[in-house]
């Protein structure tokens, strides 16, 4: 199934949600004209469509493969990855110090966005690697920063990241790598990690694994957890990166989707990952039989502030996985709607018709639409609150960058499962047969709602940390812009359609976050019972606002065309698509929201009426 970048809604993301003019004009950011944006976007639609989506049905049948310590990845990918390097993608949002073009956050997601619904199990490779690049510009001493981010940022090697064991999942204070000081400034690292994505791979000269571990006189939780940058190579006494570190992967998992992504088992210094001999380990540079090699990634202690660094940019990517699968899976969809024919109208009658005809399959339809939308303009709306924190050093836009970030992963990341599941029924039974492609999105979208810290743990981050943050401040200054918003839609047309709908949803969005953050002592367990209703609900309203202000513009846009139609601009139907698109969210999304205040605030009693026992009777 072939795949066409919706390059001209994105680009409508960009200039109306994100606000990239006004991104472009803050300090380091002036690169992002638009021509550069439109050049950005078309280029890399041609990698996503011509060289990545070829391989994603292949590289799921075949996977990864791992013989003798070393993954071997499908055909084709090696390839690929030569492409995405040479073109310079690797650094799109890099800072001009390590090599990269400085771009903005929301820009690279666009394109990542196009990698990953082309090819979601190649796209985490540059996932990985693109947080690794963030965590080391913020946290790593500038020696470290010489020598490993100039090539993660030219892409000639690629990032990990090192969390979860067996008994640290969610749980990452219960993690137990060790990490010994040497003597000469560096760490010795034991332990083992699971499930890390692109753990070995066959692409890259090199691997720059970033793993938390813990000290040997480190306080218990997350406090005493450490991170360090552990790379696959070292280099030989002649500067050469040809000795291996004592790290390997040693297990590959078998999953449900993403069959290209080697999810990896990995062994830190076991003794079975180094080259015997080496030189004799007596430098830095180590690697002695059964030892590996770690350099400490900020302060001791500062392990999970600075994977946080790292995790933050990953989640709102995570959540473009939603969206891009989404959009992947409504492509498919759409193209197979056209073309089935099924059955004469009903209550017309008369000759069979393309099933695209019928209300339900147009409902089914819409909904992915719908979805995908706000989905992206969430997501979009979030990176660009990162980029403006960091470029303007505004600690509103990081407040807000913070707040939407657990929303942004995990509600697009659910709409990407929940429009993926409908998309295979669009297709009824041959969506359910692999041939159609369709199954293979819903089986590699599941896993979004699960890494990156699963959604259930999003949305107690959400109303556990994010909602209190600053005294409520961020939750309250986003309210008051949406209210403000609604109030100013026309009182006439299509547009004022949008209005009680994103107000009623608005007002129990409120009334949710006064009673959630109102619980204190035993009444935390009815805020954590609430938690993912509510997270769901922000979803749906903040997803609903950013349709109503593109309905806006596109409104403009239309207007002003009609009055100068030679001027050019939008697509005319894309404009209107874009005002009907956000009436049909308000009118048969945005409900679900207000309905689900009754949820959110009913309390954890019933959940825990009945015990653990007689759950099973
Ligand atoms: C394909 C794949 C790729 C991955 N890639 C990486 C990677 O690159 N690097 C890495 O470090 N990890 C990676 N992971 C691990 C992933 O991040 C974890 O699986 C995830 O964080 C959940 O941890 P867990 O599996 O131990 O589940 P658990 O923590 O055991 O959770 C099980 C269930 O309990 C719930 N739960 C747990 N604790 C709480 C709580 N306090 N309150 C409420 N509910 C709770 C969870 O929400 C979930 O529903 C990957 C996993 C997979 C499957």
């Given at each position: 199934m072939t795949y066409i970048a919706p390059i001209a809604e994105q680009r409508f993301v960009l200039d109306t949600i994100a606000d990239l003019p006004g991104l472009a004009r803050l300090p380091g950011f002036d690169a992002a004209t638009p021509d550069m944006v439109d050049a950005i976007l078309i280029e890399a639609a041609k990698l996503a469509q011509d060289v990545f989506a070829p391989l994603n049905a292949p590289g799921d049948k075949a996977g990864a493969t791992l013989a003798d310590d070393a993954v071997t990845l499908p055909g084709g990918f090696r390839d690929a990855y030569a492409r995405y390097v040479d073109g310079g993608w690797a650094g799109l949002g890099a800072r001009p110090a390590h090599g990269g073009q400085g771009l903005p956050f929301v820009l690279a997601s666009a394109v990542q966005e196009q990698l990953t619904s082309a090819n979601m199990a190649f796209s985490l490779c540059m996932m990985l690697s693109q947080g690794a690049i963030e965590a080391l510009q913020a946290h790593a001493s500038p020696e470290l920063q010489a020598t490993y981010l100039t090539r993660l940022v030219s892409g000639e090697w690629t990032g990990t990241m090192n969390l979860t064991e067996p008994q640290a999942g969610s749980d990452v204070g219960a993690l137990r790598t060790r990490a010994v000081p040497h003597a000469d400034g560096s760490y010795r690292i034991e332990g083992s990690k699971i499930y890390i994505t692109w753990g070995d791979h066959d692409c890259a000269a090199n691997i720059v694994h970033l793993v938390l571990a813990r000290l040997p006189d480190a306080p218990p939780g997350t406090k005493g957890i450490s991170l360090f940058l552990c790379p696959k190579l070292l280099p030989d006494g002649d500067g050469n990166w040809t000795r291996r570190n004592d790290l390997r992967a040693v297990g590959l998992e078998h999953k449900l989707g993403i069959h290209a992504s080697p999810t990896c088992t990995m062994a830190f210094g076991d003794g079975g990952g180094s080259a015997a001999g080496g030189d004799g380990g007596t430098s830095a540079a180590g690697g002695e039989h059964g030892e590996c090699v770690g350099y400490l990634v900020?302060?001791?202690?500062?392990g999970m502030r600075a994977m946080f660094t790292m995790m933050n940019h990953a989640r709102i990517n995570v959540g473009l996985q939603g969206v891009a699968i989404a959009e992947r899976a409504y492509q498919g969809a759409l193209a197979f709607a056209r073309d089935r024919v099924q059955s004469a109208k009903f209550g017309v009658g008369g000759a069979p018709v393309a099933?695209?005809?019928?209300a339900d399959v147009r409902r089914m339809l819409m909904t992915i639409k719908a979805t995908t939308e706000a989905a992206r303009a969430l997501a979009y709306f979030t990176a660009a609150a990162v980029d403006r924190a960091h470029a303007a050093a505004d600690p509103a836009a990081a407040g807000r960058a913070d707040l939407l970030t657990p929303v942004t992963k995990a509600w697009a990341t659910d709409s990407g499962v929940e429009m993926a599941n409908l998309a295979i029924q669009v297709f009824g039974g041959m969506g359910f047969?692999?041939?159609?492609?369709a199954a293979q999105h819903l089986r590699d979208a599941r896993i979004a709602p699960i890494y990156e810290g699963t959604n259930g743990i999003q949305a107690l981050d959400l109303v556990g940390r994010k909602l209190t943050a600053d005294g409520g401040a961020h939750w309250r200054a986003l309210f008051a812009e949406m209210r403000q918003d609604i109030r100013d839609?026309?009182?006439?047309?299509?547009?004022?359609?949008l209005k009680p709908y994103l107000d009623d949803a608005l007002a129990a969005l409120e009334s949710a976050t006064v009673w959630l953050t109102g619980n204190s002592g035993d009444r935390l367990t009815d805020t954590a019972a609430g938690a993912t209703p509510y997270l769901r609900m922000f979803g749906i309203t903040v997803g609903g606002w950013l349709l109503a202000r593109q309905a806006v513009v596109a409104h403009e846009r239309l207007a002003r065309a009609s009055i100068a139609p030679a001027a050019g601009g939008d697509d005319p139907a894309f404009l209107r698509a874009k005002i009907v698109t956000a009436r049909f969210f308000a009118e048969q999304i945005v409900p679900q929201a207000t309905a689900l205040l009754g949820p959110v605030t009913r309390g954890a009693e019933l959940l825990f009426a009945i015990p653990p026992e007689a759950l099973a009777a």
């Open positions: 900020g302060p001791e202690g500062g099933i695209i005809e019928h047969v692999e041939e159609t492609g839609l026309p009182p006439k047309g299509d547009l004022a359609t």
